[in-house]
């Protein structure tokens, strides 16, 4: 009876431990997403505030020897995801 309880208590941690890594996984996935709707308005902020700064008077030219070429943000978006990506890759091999 002792190997029952003793079996049965190895499966209920395993399965824990399971538990958590899903949990964990769809915090994860929870805060991506609210992430992404925020890089979402803030792409649409920005090209707000890019065009009312045309109108005040900005050049492009003016602008980009600022630092701040239009579409900026966009074009960071690819290079962070790169190391995400990979760590998705070994994750999986492992």
Do not use: C, F
């Amino acid at each position: 009876m002792d190997t029952i309880q003793s079996t049965q208590q190895q499966a209920r941690e395993l399965l824990n431990s399971r538990i958590e890594s899903v949990t964990d996984l769809v915090k994860a996935r929870q805060l991506v997403t609210e992430l992404e709707t925020k890089l979402v308005e803030a792409k649409k902020e920005d090209k707000k505030a890019y065009a009312r700064a045309t109108k005040d008077g900005w050049s492009a030219d003016e602008l980009k020897k600022l630092g701040l070429e239009q579409g900026t943000v966009s074009r960071r978006k690819p290079a962070a995801k790169k190391p995400t990506d990979s760590q998705s890759a070994s994750a999986s091999d492992a």
